[in-house]
Each structure stands twice: as structure tokens, then as C-alpha cells.
């Protein structure tokens, strides 16, 4: 099951559960759409991998299955 980290692990910001901004790639490495477009090109610099757009949970599994709330950051030049 995929984590749903909270943040964008280059510049911090909040990346809710149901951000249509947040980007992962194969290992979940999480950044937001800014991120991923402006510095990162699309591909995870933590593993070379594809950022994908991180899929939603529905709102009524979060309930059973939250959002992790653990951070990352990486700040990236």
C-alpha cells in the first residue's frame, strides 16, 4: 500500500492525501508538481526512476488505511 507521504521531499511543501500536485516515482519518492517539472525533469534524482502522479486514495479508506506522516526533505539546488 502506498505510503501518501505528506511532503514534497525537495522543497517541503504539504502534499495532502488527495493533492492532485504529488508525483512518486517506483520507490515513492514524493515531490510536488512544481518540483518535479522545474528542477527535476520528471525523473527521481534519489533513484534515476519516472515520476509518475501519485494516485488518490478515496476518502472513506483513509479512514482504515491514513496517510503516512512521516517527512523527507532533501533540499535540492
Do not use: W
Not at 492532485?20 to 518540483?35: G, N
Not at 534515476?48 to 483513509?62: M, V, W
Amino acid at each position: 500500500m502506498l505510503a501518501l507521504r505528506p511532503g514534497c521531499e525537495c522543497c517541503d511543501k504539504d502534499l495532502p492525501p488527495d493533492s492532485p500536485d504529488a508525483f512518486i516515482c517506483s520507490f515513492e519518492c514524493t515531490f510536488c508538481r512544481d518540483c518535479v517539472q522545474a528542477r527535476l525533469a520528471g525523473v527521481c534524482p534519489n533513484c534515476g526512476g519516472e515520476l509518475a502522479q501519485r494516485p488518490r486514495r478515496p476518502a472513506d479508506k483513509l479512514i482504515k488505511y491514513p496517510a503516512s506522516t512521516e517527512r523527507i526533505h532533501k533540499p535540492r539546488d
